[in-house]
């Protein structure tokens, strides 16, 4: 080789260098995509793959673009669900989503990921936690429920039901039961359905409907009948204690013959008025010479 080649050669390296040199004192390089594998560099790792090859990829409940290390996005929708979405007395059902980007891409939301309200609460749902897990309140009957859900300016909403478990089938369920007498099921002679521990005349199923504590001789129900005030044709009848948002139905009823014992729903009536705690319909034709009452209670 001669002088002048080997001189051109030098400089080539030496340039080389001194470049390499340069950037390496200015530029940290990070790695941004592995294909596939593990990379890193002073600032960055990544496990990862390359991505879909084309359109959308899927994994379950997430999708995502191909050929993007990161994306900006905005919530189009979210869709929320309760499992289960039948859920008893003392247990819990979890609440999650999926929100829709503005990509078409989904991303899945844990409970946690989502701000919960219910316009049911306290009563059949009686609190849900900051993770998302509802816990039902003790109900009378089947009773639904709607659960909403807000995640970055989306809202949706999931209807659920909460139910009363059963485990003797006399109409009476698990949790009144327990909270009255210390035991699900029926333990002596005084917690069974047709039981009247505190001998008022109304036994368990009728207070339970009621609404009554079934070991306080004071909780009973009652009718009271009396005239109007210049109104000769007309009776008062007053009722309490009455339940309210737990479902039951009060029906007044009437029949002029105790002997057959057939009654019918009084409809010649006005009202009811309440305050709360009792109620009052007035039935504005007691013309008969003898008008029975009674109040049927019942549960949907």
């Known amino acids: 080789m001669n002088r002048i080649a080997f001189s051109l050669l030098s400089l080539a ?3 080389a260098f001194a470049f390499g040199a340069r950037g390496a004192s200015v530029i940290t390089t990070s790695t941004v995509d592995g294909g596939g594998s593990h990379a890193s560099s002073a600032n960055y790792t990544m496990d990862g793959s390359v991505g879909g090859i084309g359109g959308i990829s899927s994994g379950a409940a997430d999708t995502a673009k191909d050929g993007y290390v990161g994306q900006l996005t905005e919530v189009v929708s979210v869709v929320v669900t309760a499992q289960p979405n039948s859920v008893g007395v003392a247990s819990t059902s979890q609440l999650s989503g ?4 503005d990509d078409s891409t989904l991303v899945s939301l844990s409970g946690a990921d989502v701000d919960w309200s219910s316009p049911n609460e306290p009563y059949p749902v009686a609190s849900i936690s900051g993770s998302g897990v509802l816990s039902p309140a003790n109900v009378y009957a089947l009773s639904s429920a709607t659960v909403d859900g807000y995640y970055l300016g989306a809202t949706s909403n999931t209807i659920l039901e909460v139910f009363a478990p059963d485990s003797i089938g006399d109409g009476i369920p698990d949790w009144w039961r327990q909270e009255y007498f210390g035991a699900a099921t029926p333990t002596n002679i005084h917690d ?7 001998g008022t005349g109304q036994n368990n199923f009728f207070k339970f409907v009621a609404g009554l504590n079934p070991t306080n001789p004071a909780s009973v129900f009652v009718l009271k009948i009396a005239p ?10 007053t009722y309490n204690p009455i339940v309210v948002g737990f479902g039951q139905i009060y029906t007044v009823q009437f029949t002029t013959n105790l002997v057959s014992a057939s009654y019918a729903a009084l409809t010649t009536t006005s009202g009811p008025t309440t305050n709360g705690t009792q109620a009052t319909v007035i039935d504005t034709q007691a013309t008969p010479t003898r008008k029975f009452y009674r109040v049927n209670i019942s549960l949907p």
């Open 228 to 237: 109007v005030t210049g109104q000769p044709t007309q009776k008062a009848l």
């Open 192 to 198: 069974c359905a047709t039981c009247d521990v505190d």
């Open 13 to 15: 390296f030496a340039l």
């Open 98 to 101: 999926t929100a829709t980007l």
